[in-house]
């Protein structure tokens, strides 16, 4: 049975950090697209960070040079490091694995972050 839970949530002052972790079971990160998204209230859920098969990472404007997807194989784990937090970053992050010869997502329940002073 594959489930990803998601971990380091929490409440920090705008310009502070977090580290959210995806631990997954039955399933490998590996060789798998992986992602993390969020979604505030009132907006779209939006992709913040994707990481491939082959470790090329990707990252939308908004958070470019703030966030970064980091994968341990070892551990099968999915990482975001959020540097330079803003209030608009407040929101629930879920992660997200891609199986693409079948089409089939995978998402954990969410962890939220609050940037807020």
């Known amino acids: 049975q594959v489930q990803l839970v998601e971990s380091g949530g929490g409440l920090v002052q705008p310009g502070g950090s977090l580290r959210l972790s995806c631990a997954a079971s039955?399933?490998?990160?590996?060789?798998?697209?992986t992602g993390w998204y969020r979604q505030a209230p009132g907006k779209e859920r939006e992709l913040v960070a994707i990481?491939?098969?082959?470790?090329?990472?990707n990252y939308p404007n908004s958070v470019k040079g703030r966030f970064t997807i980091s994968r341990d194989n070892a551990k099968n784990t999915v990482y975001l490091q959020m540097n330079s937090l803003k209030p608009e970053d407040t929101a629930v992050y879920y992660c997200?694995?891609?199986?693409?010869?079948?089409?089939?997502?995978?998402w954990g329940k969410g962890t939220l972050v609050t940037v807020s002073s």
């Open positions: 990481i491939t098969r082959a470790g090329i990472t």
């Open positions: 039955g399933i490998f990160f590996s060789d798998k697209t």
């Open positions: 997200n694995l891609h199986i693409s010869w079948s089409g089939m997502d995978y």
